[in-house]
């Protein structure tokens, strides 16, 4: 007898992004973290990436943010989850943003080309890749 395949929907990726909140080792906030991208779409962004199979959100962003730029994210609050189809050009991707606060100077590494601190009134808006615009003023407006 031959063996049916259940029906499989297509459904958006998943994705986890980190807004990392940046203190030296007295505690004065330094900035936040934004990685400029080794792969298309090339500008900067907000580090993170996919969740894989078998892990939370959570478990994904900090894997994430210690793969992208060598640093420890303690996750602080979930500031949205970001679904609009047309938020990544290459397929639609549903990201969960969480904001958290690490310690020491970020090192690129895995997707990252280049890890950088930005002061928030210093942050190169028309180079955010994504909707990373979008959630950085969601951001800064929660403060």
């Known amino acids: 007898m031959e063996k049916k395949i259940p029906f499989r929907p297509k459904t958006p990726y998943l994705a986890v992004d980190g807004i990392t909140k940046?203190?030296?080792?007295?505690?004065?906030?330094?900035?936040?973290?934004?990685?400029?991208r080794k792969n298309p779409p090339v500008g900067l962004a907000i580090p993170g990436g996919f969740v894989e199979?078998?892990?939370?959100?959570?478990?994904?962003?900090?894997?994430?943010?210690?793969?992208?730029?060598?640093l420890d994210f303690e996750i602080e609050h979930l500031l949205g989850v970001f679904s609009k189809p047309d938020r990544d050009p290459r397929f639609?991707?549903?990201?969960?943003?969480?904001?958290?606060?690490?310690?020491?100077?970020?090192?690129?590494s895995s997707d990252a080309k280049v890890a950088k601190i930005y002061k928030l009134e210093e942050i190169p808006w028309d180079k955010l890749v994504f909707d990373h615009a979008e959630i950085l003023r969601k951001f800064i407006g929660s403060l």
């Open 22 to 36: 940046v203190f030296d080792s007295e505690g004065n906030f330094k900035g936040i973290v934004l990685i400029e």
């Open 53 to 70: 199979v078998g892990e939370t959100v959570e478990e994904a962003v900090v894997r994430e943010i210690k793969e992208e730029i060598n």
């Open 92 to 108: 639609h991707v549903v990201s969960v943003v969480f904001v958290g606060r690490a310690v020491g100077e970020p090192k690129a």
